[in-house]
């Protein structure tokens, strides 16, 4: 079991820029997919951006495509989301999540909430126009 505590969100204007951290209790926070996701009010929690377990391969929704950043440091036991050019419509709360599946086929990665083990408790950003 791994537990996941996020930092770093906050208010900043439009076009700024914002970087959130995960940091894992665990050693074996290497052996876990890590995947970011955000809630806006009254929507759906959805799928922002994939990493895997070597930081080889990363994956983004279309929406935050070119703007945003995932990365990990398996030594500090932590992940990163840096968020470029916010605009209003990012304003969620971000969570960060692991998946200890190991895929064989298809993706080496998923999408679906269901899909990821462990979450952690989010961090609130807010993006002013």
């Known amino acids: 079991q791994v537990q996941l505590v996020e930092s770093g969100g906050g208010l900043v204007q439009a076009g700024g820029s914002l970087r959130v951290s995960c940091a894992a209790s665990r050693r074996t926070f290497s052996s876990y997919i890590l995947g970011w996701f955000r809630q806006a009010p009254g929507k759906e929690r959805e799928f922002v951006a994939a990493i895997s377990r070597s930081a080889s391969m990363t994956n983004y929704a279309d929406s935050v495509k070119g703007r945003f950043t995932i990365s990990r440091d398996n030594a500090k036991n932590t992940g990163y989301l840096q968020m470029n050019s916010l605009k209003p419509e990012d304003t969620a709360v971000y969570y960060c999540?692991?998946?200890?599946?190991?895929?064989?086929?298809?993706?080496?990665?998923?999408?679906?909430?269901?899909?990821?083990?462990?979450w952690g408790q989010g961090t609130q950003v807010t993006v002013s126009s």
């Open positions: 999540a692991a998946d200890q599946t190991y895929y064989t086929s298809g993706t080496w990665y998923r999408r679906g909430i269901s899909e990821y083990d462990y």
